[in-house]
């Protein structure tokens, strides 16, 4: 198989095929809308917002309730739907290049996708940061790195969020919301991506009324496949190729007058290739290679059904969010990594989530006295997560010992995970002389969990081990905050707020390992927002410190290769500040920026495996994450729009492992995206990583069967494509 270098491009291939496939489904769709009794109408072009005058408000529901982004006494990063698309946004961690102090461990396959926020971060199993999809908590990372298709907005909201959120949002959350579907005309768009790395998308979504004021839909779709970008030198194949398919479609209904609902059913397939993973020193020498006798794959399938109500009532409004979450994963790999038949694994995982919101809040502000008034919300959640791994290491002849001339299979893990928690919360805001906010709020959360765990031979050359166990947790996560507006578009602010993880059990880990604690933090954090020049302008500024304990961090099981478990290894603090700024000068021409600055390390006497770590950095933390942006458009022919955006993204150094042994030196990437808007006409070109960087993201120790001791995946290469589109 013919295939260029990491730092020269793949030749396109044809992808005629897939193209009349797509383009046949699309008139599918727009067919259908006539169906609908819509009457059809000439397109009109609506008014571009690149050319917008100022910069546009912001709302965001990172405390729950829709708010200004400027009155919200916290850090929170907003992804519009107009960013999504000028930036090609596909997945969350494609947004959060804007969101300071913020870095995702990614690998090649796509269910593992971990957000660390100032330092903070867990496992899959057990996120710090949890995402949540149009209010639905994904409470296994697995589900989170999902194509985005419909969304509307992203929010980053850094610092812990327990006391609204509860259980895995110790140091924050990732708010992803769908567009809501249109009562107005039919509306939709259609593009067709493709690139080097034989790389193609064919993407469509359609949204409009079914029933005139009372029923609407919308449906989405896409395709995406590219060719892997690491090289098994043993085969000459490509290792981490890509594909998925992705659909979610909508309906809204208003039954009555201030009454709503909304379900939203949402669905992916993704078959990945095998982890891209080698030895880290063979990794820096030749980047995008490895070396195989085993060539395995990774597929996962998630499907969700969320079902939203609201009421608007003259006191107070009253929703509700109901999510029923289920996904499965298989993934097959080369264990050892090497030319070497020496370790397989097969891997199967499956969940199930059911979560349950109800939630009222006052419908306008209670004025108390003279001057001063109230808002307040309250509700009450429900879940249960239930959790199996049935995962098998073939180990080759001669490998568990000389003495031992068969295959041997380690089980390790068969596991089954039960979870079920409640909670209650409440947050109430006292506004004074209309410039000072006194904000409270609490939540008290319990829930218990229970194992039934496997580890074992076949043959049966040592004891198996069997744990059955339980636990419960219980705690209480506070939140004051004070702001004070200096001027209408100028506040400060200050919080003290608790964050909250629970503990639980590893499907797997050393004997005497199985159970970890529950882990606590706290935050003091202030901050500066104001938006100047009559709103062209727009700056936050924080400041913050981080004080955790029982900190659950993710270490390398010696006994099984490529297994993690969680362990309480003691304390860490972090510290830091971040700024960014968006200003619009001029129609047209948008220019913005980030940075965040983080220093976090676990405290004195935290050991990890017996080893000592006190004052080391925590892994997978930048202590810079930096972009630096513009956007230009303007009108050019007649009625057409010409658009060109860079973006300029740095990390600084991180440390692969609490040892801090390996790391990442700072690297700076480059990405460029432009096109041409005319009528319906859309057409677009980008590159991302200009120029080719080299570097490393995430790597772990990985003992005797790496001679470096650690492997580790190569960052995405340089990548570059157009795409043709319609939007109508």
Known sequence: MERTTASNSRKMKPMMKHTVKFLGAF????????????????????????????????????????????????????????????????????????????????????????????????????????????????????????????????????????????????????????????????????????????????????????????????????????????????????????????????????????????????????????????????????????????????????????????????????????????????????????????????????????????????????????????????????????????????????????????????????????DVGFGVFGQATVTMNENLDLIGGMRIDYESKNADLKTFYDPALLPPVVVVADDSFTNFAPQLSVAYRLRPDRSVYGTFSGGYKAGGFNPASPIGSEAFGEEKSWLFEGGYKARLLEGRVAFNAAAFYIDWNDLQLNVVNLNVPAQLYIANVGSAASLGFELDASARPMPGLDVFGSFGYTEAHFGEGTTAVGVDVSDNEIPNTPDVTANLGVQYGRTVGNGGTAYGRADLVIYGRISYDETNAQGQDAYALMNLRGGYRRGLFVFEGWIKNLFDTDYIPVAFAYGQLAPSGYIGESGAPRTFGVSVGVKF
Do not use: C
Request: glycine share 8%.
């Open 27 to 418: 008139a599918l769709l727009i067919n259908s809308v006539p169906a609908f009794g819509q009457t059809a109408q000439p397109p009109q072009a609506p008014s571009d917002p690149l050319l917008r005058v100022g910069l546009p408000p912001v709302t965001v529901t990172a405390q729950k309730e829709p708010e200004d982004i400027f009155k919200l006494p916290l850090s929170v990063t907003a992804v519009t739907k107009e960013m999504i698309d000028s930036m090609g946004v596909r997945i969350v961690s494609d947004a959060a290049i804007l969101s300071p102090n913020t870095y995702f461990t990614e690998f090649s396959a796509r269910k593992l996708s971990n957000a660390r926020f100032r330092g903070i971060g867990a496992s899959p199993s057990n996120p710090a940061i949890t995402t949540f999809i149009d209010g639905v908590p994904q409470l296994n990372a697995n589900s989170s790195s999902i194509d985005l298709l419909d969304v509307e907005q992203i929010e980053f909201v850094r610092g812990p969020q327990s006391a609204l959120f509860g259980r895995n949002t110790l140091g924050g959350l990732v708010n992803v919301t769908s567009a809501r579907p249109s009562f107005s005309k039919w509306t939709g768009t259609a593009s067709i991506p493709f690139g080097n790395y034989s790389a193609f998308e064919a993407r469509a979504n359609a949204s409009g009324a079914l029933i005139p004021d009372k029923l609407s839909a919308s449906g989405a779709f896409s395709y995406a496949s590219r060719d892997g970008y690491t090289v098994n030198s043993v085969t000459g194949d490509d290792l981490d190729s890509r594909s998925a398919l992705s659909g979610k479609g909508q309906l809204l209904w208003l039954p009555a007058q201030n009454w709503e609902a909304r379900v939203i059913v949402s669905g992916e397939h993704a078959e990945d290739g095998d982890y891209a993973l080698n030895d880290l020193a063979e990794l820096r020498e030749t980047p995008h290679q490895s070396s195989r006798d085993y060539e395995g794959f990774t597929d996962r399938n998630i499907f969700g059904t969320t079902i939203l109500t609201a009421h608007k009532g003259g006191r107070f409004n009253f929703s509700t969010t109901t999510g029923f979450v289920r996904w499965t994963t298989e993934d097959s790999t080369d264990l050892d990594y090497s030319a070497l038949p020496l370790i397989t694994r097969l891997n199967g995982e499956k969940s199930f989530q059911f979560t349950q919101e109800v939630r009222v809040a006052s419908a306008a502000p209670v004025p108390l006295r003279d001057g001063t008034n109230l808002r307040w919300q309250a509700g009450a959640f429900l879940f249960t997560q239930s959790y199996q791994q049935d995962a098998v290491n073939t180990i080759g002849l001669g490998v568990f010992s000389p003495a031992v001339l068969q295959p041997v299979n380690q089980y390790s893990p068969v596991a089954e995970l039960d």
